[in-house]
């Protein structure tokens, strides 16, 4: 098993980050933006405290300029929890926001959104608008498409709610063009099959973007800031070509835009745009190829989750500004620590999406949080501040639950020994990271290990805690984690049968035909994990080219149009999948669901990019697969009923977990005591969960 992150010289120091930087009349102290995020609270004024003290946060972790989320233009542009530009309470909460952030000395862009064909008919009440009555694949319902009257009404709404803003002390404002939302749905042809002046040609096509930004030139006048969120690829085959994209940008520049920032990707992509499978920096050569093609300032955002690569793009000068979003969710302090030298005390966001647009996309929506750092989202319900009293503190385990358990007590002043009986940190956390795709959870290992010894907990590695040890502290915080459960099966204790855990953690060696019971997140985990290897991520060439996107990009050079080297492949490393054994025999893999769904328990905005990797890397999958035996020959079972036998050398066991909970029972009269995490309860467990349970267990202290 790997050891150590892929990443090891990580600089400390960003000076192409630290330059001032200017979008129209906006002076900016750095390049470090905060992107737009949909939190799912807005517009709830039950929640507003919430929302003043998320943003403020961020404030004060240096964000140069903070994107709100998306405020609705008009009513059915919007959705359950967005705020609606048409509501006057809505329009009081908005300007409440911006004068508590700008009282905190913040500059804050209020975003125009209209969500078109992707909103929902039953959150709008009505039945959603597009430029042609053209089905949506992410909300599985037909629009209507919209009559002159309804375009002209839309040109209106985006020029008041753009005066609205100025008005109410916003400093710039951002017009949602990209994602596939309805001004991006009149730019593609896929979408927009209007027979009007709305459609057909690309300057038609463009017509509703650029009379918007002329409505809104009008409303505010000539120095207020307003940049457009346009998209550089929509990833969508037969959509917006690359020619029409960089003519839009231009057009876009030429209306009096002041800066653009470029989205990736519809909801409807099969392209992975946000999952960690994308490498870092990986669509920046897309945000280079617009940058050579104007003279404006452009802003970059998908993958660029830590200051090195950001830095490394500004300095190719590929962009101008970073706007990553989600990456504020894993630390507010994300630019502060950036140029402050604080590299190491960043918690980067690892590209999960377990808690944050899982949590969003939700049918109804969950507010947003963050699976690095539960705390997101409620900085107003645990403010940082230090306990009452100063506690001995006994965390056992020094997994996802007992990490953030010992962060967050020794954070609020308790003095923390955390015991690991293993002789290294990090338990399912270093499972996962073994995982291709997973890497990033390096990230989160090194952050805890950092901040538990910045922090001053006494760690003690290869230590069994004892009952005595433990009741010599004043709260115990029990989170000795899980093991692999073991099926009840006849020929489970064969000796081919390994558990996930042998094997990602390297005691057993890979087989040459390997049959993965159980398909659940660690099931598919394992399966790729044999399929790929545990290698570095792909390059950004090798990714691009896979996705045969390459706008601007030119494979044969290795640069962007404009640009240098990648700053990314350089970053990552190339990697190469390899499903061959050690002796390079080429290995079978076979995943068995016992459900009718493969990947069911991983979260619904990875869950088909997990699924196309099984299919790409040509994994068997089977399901309604009922296990009965193992055998020497591999594992029996049915399906429908159906005898069948699955040829193998190797059986991995990915059925479930039980808890680990040696202690517990011991230590019951303990005047405190809680068992968190897995150890607790394993279903529906994950590194989220873990890790918030520790949070909330410790803050309880
Ligand atoms: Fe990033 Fe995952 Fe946190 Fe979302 S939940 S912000 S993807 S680390």
């Known amino acids: 098993m790997s050891t150590s992150a892929p990443w090891t010289l990580i600089p400390s120091t960003y000076p192409a980050l630290a330059q001032p930087g200017r979008i129209g009349s906006l002076m900016l102290p750095h390049r470090i933006l905060m992107g737009s995020m949909h939190l799912g609270v807005e517009g709830d004024s039950a929640q507003e405290k919430r929302l003043h003290s998320f ?45 508590h952030l700008h009282a905190l000395g913040g500059k804050v862009a209020l ?15 009505a039945t959603p608008w597009a430029p042609s009555a053209i089905a949506s694949k992410f909300t599985r319902e037909t629009p209507r498409a ?167 793009l500004i300095a190719l000068g590929w962009l101008d500004f970073v706007a990553p979003a989600r990456p504020w969710l894993a630390d507010a302090a994300f630019a502060r620590k950036a140029l402050q030298g604080d590299r190491a005390g960043l918690n980067v966001c690892i590209a999960c999406n377990q808690s944050c647009l899982d949590h969003v996309m939700d049918r109804p929506p969950r507010p947003a949080s963050c699976l690095a750092n539960p705390r997101a989202g409620q900085e107003y319900d645990w403010p940082l501040a230090p306990a009452r009293s100063s506690r001995r503190v006994a965390v056992v385990g020094g997994g996802p639950a007992g990490l953030e358990a010992a962060r967050t007590a020794a954070q609020r002043g308790h003095a923390v020994t ?151 492949a350089a970053a990552n490393g190339a990697g190469s999948p390899a499903a061959t054994t050690a002796q390079g025999m080429p290995r079978t893999i076979t995943l068995l669901a016992r459900s009718q769904r493969i990947a069911a328990t991983v979260g619904r905005t990875t869950r088909w990019v997990v699924r196309s990797e099984l299919h790409e890397l040509g994994i068997q999958t089977l399901t309604h697969f009922q296990a009965k035996a193992v055998v020497d020959e591999g ?6 009923g159906e005898e069948r036998l699955i040829p193998a ?26 068992v968190i995490g897995g150890a607790r309860e394993t279903r529906g467990l994950n590194a989220a969960r873990a890790i918030r349970e520790g949070f909330e267990a410790a803050y309880e202290l």
């Open 146 to 312: 919209m009559t002159r009257a309804d375009i002209r009404a839309t040109v209106e709404a985006f020029a008041a709610a753009a005066r609205f803003a100025r008005a109410a002390g916003f400093a710039a404002v951002e017009v949602m063009g990209s994602e596939g939302y309805l001004l991006n749905q009149f730019l593609s042809p896929l979408t927009n099959q209007r027979q009007d002046e709305y459609g057909g040609s690309l300057e038609n096509r463009m017509r509703l973007s650029l009379e918007v930004v002329a409505a809104i030139r009008d409303a505010t006048g000539p120095d207020f800031p307003l940049l457009f969120r346009m998209s550089g690829a929509d990833c969508m085959p037969g959509s917006t070509s690359w020619e029409e994209t960089v003519v839009f940008a231009q057009r876009l520049e030429q209306a009096g835009v002041d800066a653009l920032n470029i989205g990736i990707g519809w909801h409807e992509s099969l392209v992975p745009t946000v999952a960690a499978v994308v490498p870092r920096g990986g669509f920046a050569p897309v945000v280079a190829g617009i940058k050579a093609a104007v003279r404006i300032p452009v802003i970059g955002a998908n993958r660029i989750n830590t200051p090195e690569v950001a830095d490394r």
């Open 418 to 568: 955390l015991f690991e009986a293993m002789p290294v940190l990090g338990g399912q956390l270093r499972l996962a990271a073994q995982v291709a795709g997973k890497e990033e959870f390096w990230e989160t290992l090194r952050y805890y290990q950092h901040e538990l010894a910045r922090l001053g907990v006494e760690v003690r590695l290869n230590t069994r805690a004892s009952v005595q040890d433990l009741r010599a502290f004043d709260a115990v915080l029990l989170a000795t984690g899980v093991a692999p459960a073991l099926p009840d099966l006849p020929g489970v204790h064969l000796p081919h049968v390994v558990s996930y855990s042998d094997l990602l953690s390297g005691r057993v060696a890979a087989g040459r035909r390997v049959a993965i019971l159980g398909a659940g997140g660690i099931g598919c985990d394992v399966a790729l994990y044999l399929a790929k290897g545990s290698h570095p991520p792909a390059s950004v060439q090798a990714f691009l080219a896979h996705h045969r996107l390459a706008p601007g990009w030119s494979a044969t050079t290795g640069t962007a149009a404009g640009a240098g080297a990648s700053p990314a």
């Open 649 to 674: 050398d190797q059986v991995v066991i990915c059925t479930g977990q039980v808890p680990r909970r040696e202690l517990w029972e011991e230590l019951a009269d303990h005047p405190w005591l809680r």
């Open 635 to 640: 594992i029996l079972g049915t399906v429908h």
């Open 55 to 99: 943003y403020a946060e961020r404030v004060q972790g240096g964000a140069a300029l903070i994107i709100t989320g998306g405020a609705a233009v008009s009513p059915e542009g919007g959705g359950d929890h967005w705020f609606c530009l048409t509501q006057p309470d809505h329009q009081r909460q908005l300007a409440r926001l911006a004068e």
């Open 111 to 125: 975003q125009l959104f209209h969500a078109g064909r992707y909103a929902f008919a039953d959150e709008i009440g």
